[in-house]
Nanobody, 124 residues
Framework: QVQLVESGGGLVQAGGSLRLSCAASGRTFSSYSMGWFRQAPGKEREFVAAYRRSGGVTYYADSVKGRFTISRDNAKNTVYLQMNSLKPEDTAVYYC?????????????????WGQGTQVTVSS
């Protein structure tokens, strides 16, 4: 099992940047593929980005491609989401997720482990 704790959310003006962190417990972090999802009020949880457990392969939602970057540091058991050029529509609770073998990286149903979420609010 793995436990996930997100941090780094907050209030930022449109055009600004934030970096989210997700710290994972356990000694097998490198075995997990990691994902970031977000959920805005009244909307379903949606995929943001994912980092495959091997090969350095990353995936992004079209809405964040070119603005957000996912990275991981296996020595620190941490995955990051660097968010630049933020827009008001990026406002949501951001969740970190992990799974040993996600069936598909884009679906929240593929991930077994979740953090508690961190709020990101982008003002116009």
């Amino acid at each position: 099992q793995v436990q996930l704790v997100e941090s780094g959310g907050g209030l930022v003006q449109a055009g600004g940047s934030l970096r989210l962190s997700c710290a994972a417990s356990g000694r097998t972090f490198s075995s997990y593929s990691m994902g970031w999802f977000r959920q805005a009020p009244g909307k379903e949880r949606e995929f943001v980005a994912a980092y495959r457990r091997s090969g350095g392969v990353t995936y992004y939602a079209d809405s964040v491609k070119g603005r957000f970057t996912i990275s991981r540091d296996n020595a620190k058991n941490t995955v990051y989401l660097q968010m630049n050029s933020l827009k008001p529509e990026d406002t949501a609770v951001y969740y970190c997720a992990a799974d040993l073998r996600p069936l598909t990286y884009y679906s929240s149903n593929s991930y077994a482990y979740w953090g508690q979420g961190t709020q990101v609010t982008v003002s116009s």
